[in-house]
């Protein structure tokens, strides 16, 4: 069921997707060559507790960490290790932090150091493929306008589009109903309303769709190898427009 939330909800996610933000902001300085994974784990675990959070992804569904942190064919949910970021990478991170009971969510993804032309062609255009998606978001449009203008976005960029995973309603759950694809047809799938809470987020590949996942049970990555990007907010929909939660 697709929840429209209240005022006092509303200020409540607000509050979780603003420690989000934050907790992107301070890793910042810490994303570069010689850093594990898991050390930026720690970081972010101790950043959101610290801001009156708990990590939303830390055991949920037996998720064993903080944060989400993917790198290179990496896709989402890369498990934090004691690889050591290198120069030319790029690494997914995706956060989640719960503040009294709700929850806010993004990724964003980053280069270290000199990342290739191709990398940064998808970064860039990764990262634009959510603003073409948020550009739909109304009360009175569909979740299929935003995943259509995601997916013509990147078709047209030569980026290919990961279908089996969606962007989602957030709320007291981290994932609720809707959920959000990053393809799809015009004037399809549920209507917006004022109030409804939605994460938005394109996962696009250099090279083919095709994904699978790890034995660790997590990670998955591109059948291919080639580089992916993830970027999200979480955003809440309004007569005209939206209000990106997962910012300043």
């Known amino acids: 069921m697709i929840s429209i939330k209240s005022q006092r909800e509303i200020e409540l996610l607000k509050k979780a997707g603003n420690i989000v933000y ?14 594990t994974t898991n050390e930026l784990n720690e970081l972010a675990e101790k950043y959101i507790i610290s801001l009156g959070a708990t990590p939303s992804f830390k055991g949920f569904e ?8 993917s790198v290179n064919d990496e896709v989402v949910h890369g498990l934090p290790s004691n690889y050591k970021l290198k120069n030319g990478d790029i690494i997914g991170i995706d956060i989640g ?28 255009h990764t990262k ?29 960029h030569k980026l290919s589009v990961v279908r089996e995973l969606v962007g989602h309603g ?10 959000v694809p990053n393809y799809g047809r015009p004037k399809t799938g ?24 790890l034995d660790n049970k997590w990670t998955i990555v591109t059948q291919d190898g080639s580089p ?11 007569k005209n427009g939206y209000i990106v939660l997962t910012g300043e």
Not at 135 to 153: L, M, P
Not at 170 to 179: A, F, K, L, Y
Not at 228 to 238: D, Q
Request: proline share 4%.
């Open 62 to 69: 037996g998720y064993p960490a903080a944060i989400c942190t």
């Open 170 to 179: 957030v709320g007291t759950s981290i994932h609720e109903d809707p959920d």
């Open 190 to 213: 549920p209507r917006l309303k004022e109030g409804m809470v939605i994460a938005i987020e394109p996962m696009l590949n250099l090279g083919t769709r095709r994904v699978a996942i």
């Open 97 to 124: 932090a719960c503040y009294k009971g709700y929850h806010g969510d993004s990724a964003w993804t980053y280069a270290i150091g000199e990342i290739s032309a191709e990398k940064a062609y998808l970064l860039e």
């Open 128 to 156: 634009q493929a959510l603003f073409e998606g948020l550009s739909q978001v109304r009360e009175g449009n569909y979740i299929g306008d935003i995943g259509n203008a995601i997916e013509q976005y990147a078709t047209k």
């Open 22 to 35: 934050k907790t992107h902001q301070y890793l910042k300085q810490y994303i570069k060559p010689g850093i």
């Open 228 to 238: 992916s990007a993830h970027f999200e907010h979480t955003i809440l929909v309004t």
